[in-house]
Nanobody
Framework: QVTLVESGGGLVQAGDSLRLTCTISGRTEYVAAMAWFRQSTGKEREFVSGISDNGGYTDVAESVKGRFFVSRNNAKNEAYLDVDILKPEDTGVYYC?????????????????WGQGTQVTVSS
């Protein structure tokens, strides 16, 4: 079994920066490509960014390109989402997800392992 735990969320001001961390524990070999999704109140969960198992390939949603940056440190079993210039519309629950093989996908159906999410609230 593998577990993902997100951390780093909280209440921030518009314009601030934030780093979210996803910690992988257990059978880490079950997590290769990883992704970040977010869900705002009243909206469906949406893809934000993804990264391949060795970090050599990344994908970012057009809506956040230039502000959101994904990375990982496999030695620490962690993945990160760095967010610059936060906006109120970035408010939501941020989830990390993992799949056992393949490249990161923008479809949540492709991910078997999910964290519980971390709340990010951006005040104007």
């Amino acid at each position: 079994q593998v577990t993902l735990v997100e951390s780093g969320g909280g209440l921030v001001q518009a314009g601030d920066s934030l780093r979210l961390t996803c910690t992988i524990s257990g059978r880490t070999e079950y997590v290769a490509a990883m992704a970040w999704f977010r869900q705002s109140t009243g909206k469906e969960r949406e893809f934000v960014s993804g990264i391949s198992d060795n970090g050599g390939y990344t994908d970012v949603a057009e809506s956040v390109k230039g502000r959101f940056f994904v990375s990982r440190n496999n030695a620490k079993n962690e993945a990160y989402l760095d967010v610059d210039i936060l906006k109120p519309e970035d408010t939501g629950v941020y989830y990390c997800a993992g799949r056992a093989r393949g490249y990161p996908s923008q479809s949540e159906e492709d991910y078997r392992t999910w964290g519980q999410g971390t709340q990010v609230t951006v005040s104007s």
